[in-house]
């Protein structure tokens, strides 16, 4: 009966060890793609995602209805390789992470500084597929706001 335990607590440990390392390739992802923009760096920033990636913002018109937004990743990157190093500065905290297998789900709220000054908050959303070459985002969706911050 012993034994029993003690295998029940190496597959616990085991099982728990993995899941982790596993979040954690997850979330360096997210990180490069952060670190990318931080440092201007439009290349570290394009390598967090899958080739057929697809970005798109959640914002309202001024008359207030929801609209959603379709991003261009290459423009977009192309973008990060122009700021200055440091100007754009989108600090997250990863909330959730759910992993089955090759997808993964990652929701981080963030606040973002343009040049040091506040810009805007908002909630991230993104899902990853690990591919043989590793995990890359495939799909990223945000909100943008300037109320509600925190």
């Given at each position: 009966m012993r034994?029993?335990?003690?295998?029940?607590?190496?597959?616990?440990?085991?099982?728990a060890s993995c899941a982790q390392s596993t979040e954690d390739s997850v979330k360096a992802v997210v990180?490069?793609?952060?670190?990318g923009m931080k440092n201007a760096d439009a290349a570290l920033f394009r390598t967090?995602?899958?080739?057929?990636?697809?970005?798109?913002?959640?914002?309202?018109?001024?008359?207030?209805?929801?609209?959603v937004r379709?991003?261009?990743?290459?423009?977009?990157?192309?973008?990060?390789?122009?700021l200055k190093k440091d100007s754009a500065d989108e600090r997250i905290s990863f909330e959730t992470i759910k992993i089955d297998g090759p997808l993964a789900i990652v929701w981080t709220p963030y606040n973002f500084y343009?040049?040091?000054?506040?810009?805007?908050c908002g909630v991230n959303s993104f899902h990853l597929v690990r591919f043989s070459s590793g995990w890359k985002i495939q799909y990223l969706?945000?909100?943008r706001r300037r109320q509600g911050c925190q």
């Open positions: 034994s029993f335990f003690i295998l029940l607590t190496v597959i616990f440990i085991v099982s990180n490069t793609l952060f670190a967090a995602f899958s080739d057929s990636a697809i970005m798109q913002t959640i914002s309202r018109t001024r008359d207030g209805n929801t609209v379709n991003e261009s990743l290459g423009e977009f990157a192309e973008f990060v390789g122009k343009h040049n040091g000054q506040f810009s805007h969706i945000d909100t």
